[in-house]
């Protein structure tokens, strides 16, 4: 898998599909336990749908991307946004659409609220976080008994090799920090200049649909919304086909 360097860190990337100056480019934000392995064959089966390319990374500290020093600062979000600029610069995206998963969710909304990017068409979120809720705390409390006594370890260690620790410490120990309980971001939404697709599953077990319905009142270019039923945090992998179906008429509609 080709490397490129960013934010002092080198990260891991795969693209596919049309040239950036041929189409716009779909870029592709992990969840906070993931990295590109983990999105499986969505993006791919996203780009052949909308003839968009296809940018997939690793954040630092997941998969074969660097690590990053322990502990991760509950602001570690508004950091990834951050660095997006020069990762997307490094690896000449032109015109693109952000589809964010959680956290990556998250960053994608972070980024579109504070910069002037004129590039962005437009973002797609999957299950995103816009403020902490105290189910979302519960279901990471249980991620971290699971790390410690299943196999899940194990299983993430598949995807992030020698990252594996980094990669759920880091955003386990910061959610579970409790400055966490403070966290919010909905200041971002109103400064929104993009369009904003956000899907959520019914039973996500990390999050209600208020975290909808917040983006839905205050995305400052407007937002449509999907609950998607029978389907839990993660949409592209529990109902791949009706998410795959909303992804690709929102990505028309902004290419056009």
Same mark, same amino acid.
């Not at 934010?7 to 990337?13: H, I, K, P, S, V």
């Not at 791919?44 to 660097?66: H, I, K």
């Not at 999957?126 to 899940?152: G, M, N, P, Q, W």
């Given at each position: 898998?080709?490397?490129?360097?960013?934010?002092?860190?080198?990260?891991?990337?795969?693209?596919?599909?049309?040239?950036?100056?041929?189409?716009?480019?779909?870029?592709?934000?992990?969840?906070?336990?993931?990295?590109?392995?983990?999105?499986?064959?969505?993006?791919?089966? =996203?780009?052949?749908?909308?003839?968009?390319?296809?940018?997939?990374?690793?954040?630092?500290?997941?998969? =074969?991307?660097?690590?990053?020093?322990?502990?991760?600062?509950?602001?570690?979000?508004?950091?990834?946004?951050?660095?997006?600029?020069?990762?997307?610069?490094?690896?000449?995206?032109?015109?693109?659409?952000?589809?964010?998963?959680?956290?990556?969710?998250?960053?994608?909304?972070?980024?579109?609220?504070?910069?002037?990017?004129?590039?962005?068409?437009?973002?797609?979120?999957?299950?995103?976080?816009?403020?902490?809720?105290?189910?979302?705390?519960?279901?990471?409390?249980?991620? /971290?008994?699971?790390?410690?006594?299943?196999?899940?370890?194990?299983?993430?260690?598949?995807?992030?090799?020698?990252?594996?620790?980094?990669?759920?410490?880091?955003?386990?120990?910061?959610?579970?920090?409790?400055?966490?309980?403070?966290?919010?971001?909905? =200041?971002?939404?109103?400064?929104?200049?993009?369009?904003?697709?956000?899907?959520?599953?019914? /039973?996500?077990?990390?999050?209600?649909?208020?975290?909808?319905?917040?983006?839905?009142?205050?995305?400052?270019?407007?937002?449509?919304?999907?609950?998607?039923?029978?389907?839990?945090?993660?949409?592209?992998?529990?109902?791949?086909?009706?998410?795959?179906?909303?992804?690709?008429?929102?990505?028309?509609?902004?290419?056009?």
């Amino acid at each position: 898998m080709p490397f490129l360097q960013a934010g002092g860190a080198r990260l891991e990337y795969r693209s596919s599909g049309p040239r950036p100056s041929a189409a716009p480019t779909l870029v592709f934000l992990h969840e906070g336990l993931g990295c590109v392995g983990m999105w499986r064959d969505f993006p791919d089966l =996203a780009g052949e749908a909308t003839g968009c390319g296809v940018f997939v990374y690793s954040r630092p500290g997941y998969g =074969a991307s660097d690590p990053v020093p322990l502990p991760r600062p509950v602001t570690y979000m508004h950091d990834d946004a951050a660095a997006l600029p020069e990762i997307l610069r490094r690896a000449g995206i032109e015109r693109h659409i952000l589809v964010g998963h959680s956290d990556g969710g998250s960053i994608a909304l972070i980024h579109g609220g504070s910069t002037a990017d004129a590039n962005l068409l437009g973002i797609v979120t999957l299950a995103a976080h816009v403020f902490c809720e105290d189910v979302s705390v519960a279901s990471i409390a249980e991620a /971290k008994r699971a790390y410690e006594t299943t196999d899940l370890r194990a299983r993430l260690a598949r995807h992030h090799g020698a990252n594996v620790d980094c990669a759920f410490w880091g955003w386990n120990r910061a959610w579970l920090d409790p400055a966490f309980h403070h966290w919010n971001i909905e =200041a971002y939404l109103p400064k929104l200049r993009v369009p904003v697709l956000s899907i959520q599953g019914a /039973k996500d077990e990390y999050g209600t649909l208020a975290q909808l319905e917040a983006i839905l009142r205050q995305a400052g270019a407007g937002a449509d919304i999907l609950v998607i039923p029978r389907c839990g945090h993660s949409p592209h992998k529990d109902q791949p086909e009706a998410t795959l179906a909303a992804l690709a008429e929102f990505v028309t509609r902004r290419k056009s």
